[in-house]
């Protein structure tokens, strides 16, 4: 029975692997069939994704730049008994990627919102860090200028772990200001292009990973997590 028939006006939001094929879930691609639209971040990157499924169905993009005109005629169509899917380039939408305002218009108008569980990057590099996981907060990127400091200097005193990403090209300037902050012995783990052909987490203290990531020039998206005070 198809998603539409079942969820008449729904906004589903549909995590897609963060780099292997392989993890997305049975439901996701049996939701991107049956929905009426897909909303994709690029729809370039999702096409690849969506031919290597057969999946057929209209795309629109949907991303940081048009999301904000973009979502009351969204909801209208949801209400209008669309099957409506948002998707990003990789991992679940809304954390560190757009969606949050189309969800967040969604539930202030009454309009169904389900989350599909699935892939996003921070859970395995949390995982994989071997660093207390029972309480950790997500900051996400940290803020490239207005605030960086600030906020750096709060986090030095949080004590639950911590989870940033990070691109490649601002790894090491952020290494160096963690440590700068937190101290160089403070113990941290950095994971890049998890679920990928050259996966790598290394461990040890931002010094350490400082170090390292000089040596060895950083490639691929970035996790850092790192020991609360």
């Known amino acids: 029975m198809s998603a539409k028939a079942v969820n ?15 993890d997305i879930t049975l439901r996701a691609i049996r939701v991107l069939k049956e929905c009426d639209l897909i909303l994709a971040e690029d729809t370039r990157t999702s096409g690849v994704l969506l031919k290597h499924f057969d999946i057929g169905t209209r795309m629109q993009s949907h991303h940081k730049f048009n999301e904000h005109r973009a979502v009351a005629h969204i909801v209208e169509r949801i209400k209008s008994g669309d099957c409506i899917a948002l998707i ?3 991992g679940t939408p809304s954390v560190s990627d757009p969606g949050f305002l189309l969800v967040r218009a969604c539930a202030e108008e009454g309009v169904e919102v389900e989350c599909l569980p699935g892939a996003t990057a921070f859970v395995p590099a949390l995982v994989e860090s071997g660093l207390a996981s029972e309480r950790f907060c997500f900051e996400g990127f940290l803020p490239q200028k207005k605030g960086r400091q600030t906020r750096l200097k709060q986090l030095a005193e949080e004590s639950r772990t911590m989870i940033f990403y990070e691109s490649p090209y601002r790894v090491v300037k ?56």
């Not at 902050?181 to 679920?195: F, H």
């Open 8 to 22: 008449i006006g729904k906004l589903y939001v549909v995590p897609t692997p963060i780099g292997n094929l392989e």
């Open 88 to 90: 990003s380039d990789a």
């Open 174 to 229: 952020t290494l160096t200001q963690l440590a700068e902050n937190m101290g160089d012995d403070r113990v941290a783990s950095v994971s890049r292009e998890i679920s990928k052909l050259y996966a790598e987490t290394v461990r040890g203290t931002l010094g350490e990973l400082v170090i390292h990531f000089t040596e060895n020039e950083p490639r691929g998206e970035f996790v850092i997590v790192v020991a609360g005070k």
